[in-house]
């Protein structure tokens, strides 16, 4: 449920800002499509914190490219753990009037999982597993209050997953990607009433002023308000 008593929340020694609600407000899509970058840019506008896939804390991340049959599953596990962390950590900033933006969530990691294991990297045992320790880490889980899902041509996806430069994603192939986009397009579909969805076509990185104005307009709310006065502390 989204706050509604104003927040303040320190950004430095010499300011605070008012926010009108704390909010979790979750960026989903397929790799690539540009979360990260949206993430940060929302997280430096408003203030809020910011929490990233953990792409170099993956000790697996390298081997799955490599040869994922054999390290999908130890894989998965090890983001969905780093994911439930995440989450709870967002949950309990929230409860101390702190805002986070994050970059994936949990749930979006079982729709990687769903996919290794529809391309076969991933062992009718070791997927089923995997489910049921999601299944029993989700009652501590809450859906975040707002989902931006970014969506974009698959074309266009795989231009950007080459230009990143990242060695061990040059053999995904656009089969995968499509289907990730389909399988994120299925799940905000499901959780439309549940939570606050946004769509966004991404094929063209818009200001993050627009994403903001979008998203004050569809909640009725202001994010963020001017520096209301100078901190005493």
């Not at 880490?137 to 931006?148: A, H, Q």
């Not at 995968?176 to 799940?187: D, G, K, M, N, P």
Request: hydrophobic share 40%; aromatic share 10%; glycine share 6%.
């Amino acid at each position: 449920m989204l706050a509604s008593k104003p927040q303040n929340v320190k950004l430095g020694s010499l300011e605070r800002a008012c926010y009108t609600t704390v909010m979790h407000i979750a960026i989903v899509g397929c790799l690539g499509v540009g979360k990260s970058q949206l993430t940060k840019a929302l997280a430096d506008h408003l203030g809020y914190r910011g929490y990233y896939e953990p792409v170099k804390e993956n000790p697996y991340l390298d081997d799955f490219y490599a040869d994922p049959k054999r390290h999908a599953a130890i894989m998965q596990f090890f983001m969905l753990t780093s994911r439930f962390r995440q989450h709870l950590e967002i949950q309990d900033l929230q409860q101390h009037g702190i805002s986070a933006l994050q970059d994936q969530t949990i749930f979006g990691d079982v729709l990687y999982g769903q996919l290794t294991h529809e391309f076969g990297f991933m062992t009718d045992r070791d997927y089923a597993t995997y489910k049921d320790h999601f299944e029993a880490l989700r009652p501590m889980l809450r859906l975040p209050d707002v989902v931006i899902h970014l969506a974009a041509d698959t074309d266009m996806i795989a231009q950007r997953v080459l230009s990143r430069g990242r060695e061990a994603e040059r053999g995904i192939d656009a089969a995968y990607l499509r289907r990730l986009s389909e399988l994120f397009a299925i799940w905000v579909n499901s959780v439309r009433d549940k939570t606050s969805v946004i769509e966004l076509d991404w094929n063209s990185f818009q200001p993050v002023e627009d994403v903001v104005a979008r998203v004050e307009k569809d909640l009725a709310v202001q994010l963020r308000l001017p520096v209301v006065a100078p901190s005493q502390a």
